[in-house]
């Protein structure tokens, strides 16, 4: 690769809307361009980096047995209908009508269409099956943000798993996990694994691949003695047990004008927020429901969609609530209701001598007893962790940190299977569903991560693994012909070598050079200028480091090749 050929349009400033780091270097370096919110082309050396990622990812695939295929990304709605996912996904799935009429979608994702070509199964000999594509998925993201951490279009390295039975869905799944374990490995992402929600897959256990960022969206609960690791959405802790008194025989009146939240009640009445009911009043599925949590939680909305099944969630309007309860918010409680679901949170199981609201505004009730006063519909997990509370392993007061999802990994369950009637014969002539496992990998993402992750305030500082090149001959003294034969014979010596090298062989100054060779990353430099060749030498230069040392020339190829294969 010569320079003077390549279309590299670095920048000299940072872009005015570049938040993320990622974002910002990727631009300035000439990796990629904006087409429009959500929507970026690659340029050459961003082409050449995800084609290194997406290799390193095929390698860890195949290792494992995958067979690698490439799916339509435009698809028939009828076979979203049949999973019932086209109503869940809403508004983020691309659809349109092709002329004859027919209903079409971008793929999000492709576990319907996987599981119709696994109709063709006919044996449980043919299973298990590891099958993988590299294919691009469309999402109608509403804020897409932070260059590629966040798009409409990307590239997706998705597989699936089908199984026989639950066993070997357990088998599949340690080898995806231990498969994207050496995934990051190899690409230089610092990547862990989070317990996670399944959101609109379905299915049972999911991990996400978590890379520690300031860029990140994520929070994930983290125990730095024992390793538990959960998203916010999942996470879970051990509260400590709460000593009620016994509750008086029934619930009494409490008048609080002007008491509109937990802290208002807490400060006037003595009546701390651990020993208040909250309740929120939600339209899932458009029916009311009433949640409850301990005063001072936070609830998880995903929680709450996993525990209702439903991604169909809002909260309720003041006029919808006033209607079905008598009330407005701030003086709402469930004691007495029996119109409505009410779904409690776990850590009010057993809870003796609260205060809520008695549905009666500036009013509420004071010795309630949850068991005895309260019907609930449905106990679940629905408060959201908050920093500090204890590991619900080891006890080790949890650390929230903010990450960015690389990967992300699901037990599907016969969902789709079932849903596209898929079976296979067993082994006793019956009829056996198929289980699925599903594992996703953004490409373009992960590009991203490292960008976020292998930077400093020069530019990027690329892994060997995923460098667009491994090293760069700079060609300082244009005008010297001895080092412009120099450079020319390093440059064509590296290539012989198996070193994948880029000669920057423009007519410009030497500054430039340094300042684009530094902003786009690439691992290792020569240094080709007529002082040093004065002494017989040039200059090689680590980019992570920073590090230079003074080489003969004649030993310069070999010198990098040790460089390039001990970093690699």
């Known amino acids: ?25 990727l631009l300035r370096a000439g990796f990629i361009r904006q087409l429009m919110a959500g929507h970026y082309s690659l340029l050459p050396l961003g082409v050449r980096v995800r084609a290194r990622v997406m290799q390193i990812i095929r390698e860890e695939m195949d290792r494992i047995g995958g067979q690698e295929f490439l799916l339509p990304c435009m698809q028939p709605a009828q076979i979203w209908e049949k999973t019932g996912r086209i ?3 809403g508004e983020e799935m691309f659809r349109l009508r092709d002329r004859r009429g027919s209903e079409m979608v971008l793929g999000m994702t492709h576990e319907e269409i996987f599981a119709t070509l696994a109709l063709e199964f006919a044996s449980y000999r043919e299973l298990p099956q590891f099958w993988y594509q590299f294919q691009t998925k469309f999402r109608d993201e509403p804020r897409p943000k932070s260059g590629l951490l966040r798009v409409r279009e990307f590239t997706m390295k998705d597989s699936y798993s089908f199984d026989v039975d639950e066993a070997g869905l357990d088998a599949s799944f340690e080898a995806h996990r231990e498969a994207y374990q050496r995934i990051f490995a190899r690409l230089g992402i610092p990547a862990f694994a989070a317990e996670a929600s399944n959101g609109t897959m379905g299915g049972s256990d999911s991990l996400e691949f978590m890379c520690p960022s300031p860029a990140g969206e994520d929070l994930v609960a983290r125990c730095p003695s024992c390793g538990y690791a959960a998203n916010l959405e999942k996470a879970t802790s051990a509260l400590a047990a709460m000593e009620d008194l016994d509750s008086p025989a029934a619930p009494a009146r409490l008048d609080t004008p002007g008491v509109r939240t937990i802290e208002d ?9 651990d020993r208040q009911i909250k309740t929120l009043v939600q339209i899932v599925d458009g029916k009311l429901t009433l949640v409850l949590l301990r005063g001072d939680h936070p609830l998880s909305d995903q929680k709450l969609v996993d525990a209702t099944g439903s991604a169909m969630i809002r909260p309720a309007l003041a006029d919808e609530i006033q209607a079905a309860l008598g009330a407005l918010p701030g003086s709402l409680g469930a004691v007495g209701v029996t119109d409505y679901p009410v779904i409690a949170d776990l ?13 009666i505004d500036d009013v ?20 959201e962790v908050t920093e500090g509370e204890p590991c619900p392993r080891c006890g080790t007061p949890l650390d929230l940190i903010r990450a960015i999802e690389v990967g992300h990994i699901f037990k599907l369950g016969r969902k789709f299977t079932t849903a596209l009637g898929v079976t296979v014969a067993g082994p006793d002539g019956g009829t056996i569903t ?5 594992y996703g990998i953004g490409v373009e993402r992960a590009i991203a991560v490292l960008a976020e992750v292998h930077h400093d305030d020069a530019g990027l500082t690329w892994p060997v693994s995923v460098a667009p090149a491994e090293v760069t001959v700079l060609l300082l003294s244009l005008r010297d012909d001895a080092a412009k034969t120099t450079a020319e014979e390093l440059y064509a010596s590296l290539l012989e070598a198996g070193v994948d090298a880029l000669i920057d062989d423009r007519d410009v100054r030497p500054g430039v050079k340094y300042a684009d060779a530094e902003l786009t990353g690439i691992p290792f430099r020569i240094s080709v200028g007529s002082r040093d060749l004065a002494d017989g030498v040039v200059e090689i230069t680590s980019r992570a480091t920073g590090e230079k040392e003074r080489v003969a020339v004649a030993e310069a190829v070999a010198h990098v090749r040790d460089l390039v294969a001990s970093a690699g």
Request: proline share 5%; aromatic share 4%.
């Open 265 to 273: 009640l807490a400060i006037s009445y003595g009546l701390p927020a």
């Open 347 to 359: 850590a009010l199981r057993g809870r003796r001598n609260l205060a809520t609201g008695a549905n």
């Open 87 to 89: 109503a869940v996904m």
């Open 364 to 383: 509420h009730l004071t010795g309630v007893d949850i068991e005895r006063d309260i019907t609930v519909t449905v106990w679940a997990d629905l408060r």
């Open 1 to 25: 690769m010569r320079w003077s050929q390549l279309h590299i349009p670095t920048l000299r400033e940072d872009p005015a809307d570049a938040d993320a780091a990622s974002h910002r270097l």
């Open 434 to 438: 198929p289980i699925m496992g599903s």
